[in-house]
């Protein structure tokens, strides 16, 4: 089986090699870029399974890195910074990063946070079966490009708002409770963290349902979870 690529862009050296051995110790492939340039340059030619960005770049903010590959790369990618603030974290995941981790932080959590978002993007990829498109009402979602429609126009969906449509999908209608998505979407660090479905629900809402305060497809179940309504395979 094909070891994972890890692409790690970070501009300070001790950092990138300390990333690295922890990586290849797991088993892991890693590829270096000390710049956002020579980033661009190692996402397309190396096609890494993640990327791992720090927003200090010596030539971008790393949030500009990341919207700009987020446009044609579909591979997690982990913020890696030493900026605590939650502001940067929410424009960091806005941006289309998947998680973000604060420096100085122990390679353990690092290694679980990259496993968890490789099962991720891996289970995406493999959808059961052959079905691999799903609707409901006007809504179509291709689940192997991460691509949706609704009234066959294209609707932009940030990385987690598109993994949360994905979780609900495959309940097949079932509901899921808050921590059984909170653990898909975020990982065990956000188990705890219901407000950030509710936000993420009422966004998938307002881009997917005729009224977001009524909705017919994105279901609250009180005190439990969601579900979605009306879904099927194809």
């Known amino acids: 089986m094909n070891r994972s690529t890890i692409l790690i862009v970070e501009d300070e050296s001790n950092i990138r090699r300390f990333i690295r051995i922890a990586l290849e110790k797991e088993g892991l492939a890693a590829v270096e870029a000390e710049s956002g340039a020579l980033a661009r340059v190692e996402t397309a030619t190396r096609k890494p399974d993640l990327i791992i960005v720090d927003l200090g770049l010596p030539d971008e903010d790393g949030k500009d890195l990341i919207r700009e590959v987020r446009t044609w790369v579909s591979s997690p990618i982990l913020v890696l910074s030493a900026r605590e603030r939650e502001e940067e974290k929410v424009e960091a995941l806005d941006a289309g990063a998947d998680d973000y981790l604060v420096k100085p932080f122990g390679v353990p959590e690092l290694v679980a946070r990259i496993r968890a978002l490789l099962r991720r993007s891996q289970a995406l990829s493999t959808v059961t079966g052959s079905s691999s498109r799903a609707s409901f009402g006007d809504t179509v979602v291709d689940l192997v490009n991460r691509e949706v429609t609704r009234a066959g126009q294209p609707v932009h969906l940030t990385p987690i708002q598109f993994r949360l449509l994905a ?68």
């Open 167 to 234: 979780a609900l999908i495959r309940g097949h209608g079932k509901v899921l409770t808050h921590r059984q998505l909170l653990l898909e979407i975020w990982g065990a660090a956000y188990s705890d963290r219901a407000h950030y479905l509710r936000v993420y629900m009422m966004q998938l809402r307002q881009k997917l349902e005729d009224d977001a305060s009524q909705p017919r497809y994105l279901i609250t179940e009180l005190q439990v979870g969601y579900r979605l309504a009306g879904v099927t395979m194809e």
